[in-house]
């Protein structure tokens, strides 16, 4: 009998996408290897037409809704989303009435119903979700705890603390709404409670079978991808450019800095004379990460793992990183990727690289092992399909 899965996503996966938006194209390319799986969206994003039409063409689609803005106005609202935990208008969202009606007959008609985060569970003002796995991905007081120590004022730090404290007794309920969570990392498990019913599937990557490009490309190439207007990778991007940046150049004139995905053109502008290139969308992604002579993961902040680790280590090319940015991937110091906090530390993993591709190739032939073992698809299978048989199992027969 074929399991009938009903996956409820909000990130794109077609286009100038996401981390977010990766990690819903793996989940639902692993997930049709186990069942039959039909696709809901609910998102407050526009969408291109070509973003639209590549995933209706790629699944089984069966809506792509839109928010509706709902703002939290009056005092008794503000007050029951600080300290309300079962207070659904958690982002100021909603997805209209009617959509909502359709998709409650989706999840009647399915055998499971997989969420990714959150804030899209309860965008549809429903406290329970019957036999369902609930995805956290980035769990959101953890976001919001790190971001507050970044923030420039205190109003703004104690606003992020606020929201952090306001998730937190919406993440305890997790257990009560969902049948079983997935994370992203096992250091999340404890965060949720139950080590049962919580299950980790890591963030991964698929490179269709490509071998990764030459190394050491011809020119001298630094290279970061994200969304630039998410807030771990602008403040992460930032920190690099004012304290690593410059020492590096001053050592390697010819070196490029090369930023691809969204909000990069804006950044390239504010620092065009010093070096920095903004791509912005890049259709041949793994052409251009093939010419770089490592890829910076330097942020400092956010609650998840960082999925362009696992692209770096799939595509073959070296990666300098914080440690923030190394979280849930088990990367050894200066074995799979130099791994350092530090302005002076970061600095010297770049020109370690730069200077010798030897220490290059060593690397990435180290992550492309590391990648191969844990983070590629068929590697991650196992995890999806036990996570679908725990939440199957707690199923009334």
Request: hydrophobic share 40%.
């Amino acid at each position: 009998m074929v399991t009938k899965i009903l996956f409820v996503g909000t990130a794109c996966p077609f286009g100038d996408i996401s981390g977010a938006g990766l990690r819903t194209l793996n989940l639902i390319r692993l997930l049709e290897r186990i069942g039959e799986v039909t696709v809901v969206f609910a998102t407050g994003r526009e969408w291109t037409l070509y973003q639209e039409e590549q995933t209706r063409a790629a699944f089984n689609v069966a809506l792509i809704s839109r928010y509706l803005e709902t703002p939290v106005g009056n005092l008794r609202d503000r007050y029951r989303k600080i300290f309300d935990p079962s207070f659904m208008n958690t982002n100021g969202v909603k997805v209209p009435a009617e959509d909502v009606r359709r998709v409650g007959a989706l999840v009647e008609s399915h055998d499971l119903v997989w969420l990714h985060t959150l804030k899209l569970a309860n965008a549809f003002r429903r406290d329970h979700w019957p036999k369902s796995v609930m995805d956290v991905d980035d769990y959101p007081s953890r976001f919001h705890r790190s971001a507050a120590g970044h923030e420039p004022t205190l109003q703004r730090r104690l606003h992020r603390r606020q929201r952090s404290f306001s998730w937190r007794r919406h993440e305890a309920r997790c257990l009560e709404r969902f049948d079983v969570l997935t994370v992203c990392k096992p250091s999340d498990v404890a965060h949720f409670g139950d080590p049962a019913r919580v299950r980790v599937v890591p963030n991964g990557f698929n490179v269709d079978g490509a071998e990764p490009f030459p190394y050491p490309p011809p020119a001298l190439r630094i290279g970061m991808i994200g969304d630039f207007n998410y807030l771990p990778n602008h403040d992460g991007l930032r920190w690099f450019i004012r304290e690593v940046w410059q020492k590096v150049r001053g050592r390697f004139p010819k070196v490029s800095l090369r930023l691809v995905g969204k909000g990069s053109a804006e950044i390239a502008r504010e620092f065009a004379e010093q070096g920095v290139e903004g791509l912005g969308y890049v259709s041949d992604v793994a052409s251009e990460i093939g010419s770089w002579s490592l890829m910076i993961v330097p942020t400092r902040l956010g609650g998840g793992t960082h999925l362009k680790v696992a692209e770096g280590l799939a595509r073959g090319v070296p990666i300098v990183t914080t440690s923030h940015g190394a979280r849930g991937y088990d990367l050894v110091p200066e074995v799979h990727a130099f791994v350092t906090d530090g302005m002076d530390e970061f600095i010297r993993g770049c020109s370690a690289i730069l200077e010798d591709p030897a220490v290059g190739q060593r690397l990435r032939q180290s992550g492309l092992e590391l990648f191969r073992e844990r983070f590629s698809w068929d590697s991650i299978l196992p995890a999806v399909e036990q996570t679908v048989a725990a939440c199957l199992a707690r199923q009334p027969r």
